[in-house]
């Protein structure tokens, strides 16, 4: 495999994870409504907090993706927001199709951040935003 079909795949990869996460939190702001959400977390014992913090990872960190910005960092940082999706969906079976979704999806966009976080940027990535360059650890940037 050359360098540049290295770089489209980890593109792909980069912007498929980056478009979903954006959309999930956009359900969540605009079909399901932020009150509603928070109280479906709270419905799981969590926190308004998680729900709010979960909302803004999928918008910022899909659009992050989608632009290119820190893909390694913001990938990593999903991986929580995706670990949890896969524990509310744990009790509804594996397929996705079971009523109130299993866990494979979950657990395929968890599997999608980790390929992110190891295989970075690839190609037409922004990459870094100088202003908050020197926040984000080396090994984290792409």
Known sequence: MNNLTAN???FLTRITLGIILLAHGA???FVFTIPVTVGFF???GLPALVAYLTIFGEVFGGAALILGIYPRF???LSLPILLGATWAHLGNGWLFSNEGGGWEFPVLLA????VVAVQGAGSFAIKSVPVIDRLIPKTLKD
Request: hydrophobic share 60%; proline share 0%.
């Open 74 to 76: 913001i990938a990593l």
């Open 8 to 10: 489209h795949g980890a």
């Open 27 to 29: 359900l969540k702001i």
């Open 111 to 114: 599997v999608l951040s980790i």
């Open 42 to 44: 709270g419905s799981l």
